[in-house]
């Protein structure tokens, strides 16, 4: 779109858009949308067209669903339109708030520099750990057990070592399940429970993980300024963006920029891993070539897997007067408007097929379909442009590095038949609707 075409379209105020508002006041059409994010927006956008306001509960939401209109979200700079300020909306209804004040270390930091030796080899460590757990045979369910892997993966990259011995790990797991933000998109229906209860859960296990930090600290040497003796991984830089700190403030400090990127993680790493591992099961043809060594399809199946499961609403909210653009008009939006487009709808409609897993669509991370579709940002499996997910490399060597052990040392039958996406889930790759049970053996060398 160029600035002259889209100063050829008619100016028209966010409340033009065809508006879907439901029949009860205030609640507006927010059941039917929390009901089933995705069928809600699809059946919508088949009824009044791509571009639309929906009201309920107080919020109003201007959708956007056209090849224009979501890439023109995209586009809009943070300062405008934000992520951070529409994550805080979102998230604040489960996460303790104290939590979100004074943060000194975000993903974004930690993945710039590319550690990439040393987090290969923390996650490979997390794996051998994990798996030396499952014994001789038994049975697990795919989710639960990639819940696990990734906890011990991320805790091992940027929690420290020493948070993954045996006697720390089981207390970490629980409280930062108990903590999980991504509940408060997966299960919306719960927040009235964490909002009656003054989040007392999520509190108590903010303190417990603070105490295990506190423990850990306590046993560590200082960070060396020139880098000797520190620990590799992620975690030695947390502790050196404290080192002016010190007592409870610098443990305080650490911990909860732990727990804030490892929060970041909990959303999509897991299920990313779980659904990888469901489709190759599902696929005897393709699990074998993985087996035989083919890592490069491993990472097409992890690619493809995210593109197809992802469930996430991009979400922004308005902060400053700006326009989105569309085929037909130039809309104004206003501050206090949530804007959005939602993944679900159409990464797995912008073409012909893509409602299927196919690995083919992926080359690496580049989807190879791009130039079928009547625009680029109409599929995405880590964002676009300034949002692009920071830790995008590291999922994915999480993923090839997990499922391959997995399937290097264990025979594996599922237990399952035809999982499909959480209908409630507003964000994140999808939970499964059933539990994805899979027998396993250990293989003999
Ligand atoms: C398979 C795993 C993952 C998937 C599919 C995924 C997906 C995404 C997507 C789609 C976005 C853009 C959202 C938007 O613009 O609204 C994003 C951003 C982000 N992701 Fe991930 N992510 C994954 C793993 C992780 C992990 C492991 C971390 C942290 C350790 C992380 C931290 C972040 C952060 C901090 C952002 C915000 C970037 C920004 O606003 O500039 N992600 N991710």
Redesign the pocket.
């Known amino acids: 779109m160029t600035a002259e075409s889209a100063a050829t379209k008619p100016v028209r105020s966010a409340s033009d858009a065809p508006r879907v508002s439901g029949a009860i006041p205030w609640v507006g059409a927010g059941l039917a949308l929390l009901q089933d994010p995705t069928a809600f927006f699809q059946r919508t956008r088949e009824r009044v067209g791509d571009t639309f306001l929906v009201e309920g509960f107080g919020y109003r939401l201007f959708c956007v669903f056209s090849p224009e209109g979501v890439k023109s979200l995209w586009a809009l700079p943070e300062a405008q339109a934000s992520?951070?300020v529409a994550d805080f909306g979102m998230l604040a209804h489960k996460v303790p708030a104290e939590l979100f004040a004074g943060r000194r270390t975000?993903?974004?930091m930690l993945f710039a520099r590319e550690d990439v030796e040393v987090y290969l080899e923390n996650l490979a460590a997390a794996v051998d750990l994990e798996l030396a757990s499952l014994g001789a045979s038994g049975e697990i369910e795919a989710f639960a057990h990639c819940r696990r892997l990734a906890h011990r993966m991320?805790l091992a990259s940027?929690g420290g070592r020493a948070a993954t011995a045996p006697a720390r790990i089981e207390r970490l797991i629980a409280a930062f399940d108990a903590l999980d933000s991504s509940e408060s998109f997966v299960h919306p229906e719960r927040a009235f429970r964490t909002w009656a209860t003054g989040k007392r859960r999520e509190k108590a296990a903010l303190a417990t993980i603070e105490s295990i930090y506190a423990e850990i600290l306590a046993e560590l040497p200082a960070v060396s300024p020139d880098g000797a003796g520190n620990e590799p991984g992620f975690f030695d830089r947390i502790r050196a963006a404290w080192q002016d700190e010190g007592g409870e403030a610098r443990v305080r400090g650490i911990a909860r920029d732990v727990v804030f990127?490892?929060m970041?993680?909990q959303?999509?790493?897991f299920a990313?891993m779980a659904w990888t591992l469901v489709h190759l099961l599902e696929r005897p043809a393709l699990l074998a070539a993985v087996r035989a060594g083919d890592d490069a399809l491993l990472e097409r199946c992890a690619h493809e897997s995210?593109r197809l499961r992802?469930r996430?609403i991009?979400?922004r909210r308005i902060l400053k007067p700006c326009e989105l653009v569309d085929e037909q008009a130039s809309y104004r939006l206003e501050p206090g408007l949530s804007l959005a487009t939602m993944?679900s709808v159409t990464n797995t409609t912008a073409a012909p097929g893509l409602d299927r897993f196919d690995p083919e669509n992926y080359r690496g991370p580049l989807f190879q379909r791009a130039r079928e579709l009547p625009g680029k940002e109409l599929v995405?499996?880590?964002?676009h442009g300034?949002?692009?997910?920071?830790?995008?490399r590291?999922?994915i060597s999480a993923?090839r590095i997990a499922t391959k052990a997995m399937l290097e040392r264990f025979e594996l039958e599922p237990r399952f038949r035809d999982p499909g996406p959480l209908r409630r889930q507003i964000g994140g790759?999808a939970r499964a609707d059933r539990p994805c049970r899979i027998r396993y053996s250990r293989r003999t060398e």
Request: charged share 5%; aromatic share 14%.
């Open positions: 992520k951070g975000f993903p974004h991320g940027w990127v490892h970041g993680s959303s999509n790493l990313a995210i992802q996430s991009v979400l993944m995405s499996t880590f964002g300034a949002h692009y997910c920071p830790a995008a590291f999922s993923i790759v």
